[in-house]
């Protein structure tokens, strides 16, 4: 079955840097859609970034330039680089993918940016 691991978070001070990994299994890694989310505390889950396969990544707008997503097909793992946290970064972060018309998500990891 398909299961996404997500790990990486913490708590950062404003201006730090974090890199989120997401191991996945259960599907063909290197051909699946991947992508990370987030939620801060009583907002929506929104968008942070994705890569789909054979396309460039897509970012969402409060986080281009900052944020850089990769995958390494080989350990079947995407990554979230972080840099110039700032504390409206703070929520749990995602990972997702769609295999077969059907989302899946992981568990998320908490990410915390404060001084």
């Known amino acids: 079955q398909v299961q996404l691991v997500e790990s990486g978070g913490g708590l950062v001070q404003p201006g730090g840097s974090l890199r989120l990994s997401c191991a996945a299994s259960g599907f063909i890694f290197s051909i699946a859609p991947m992508a990370w989310y987030r939620q801060a505390p009583g907002k929506q889950r929104e968008l942070v970034a994705r890569?789909?396969?054979?396309?460039?990544?897509e970012y969402g707008a409060s986080v281009k330039g900052r944020f850089t997503i990769s995958r390494d097909n080989t350990i079947g793992t995407v990554f979230l680089q972080m840099n110039s946290l700032d504390p409206t970064d703070t929520g749990v972060y995602f990972c997702?993918?769609?295999?077969?018309?059907?989302?899946?998500w992981g568990r998320g990891t908490q990410v915390t940016v404060s001084s």
């Open positions: 890569i789909p396969w054979g396309r460039s990544a």
């Open positions: 997702n993918t769609v295999h077969q018309g059907v989302d899946y």
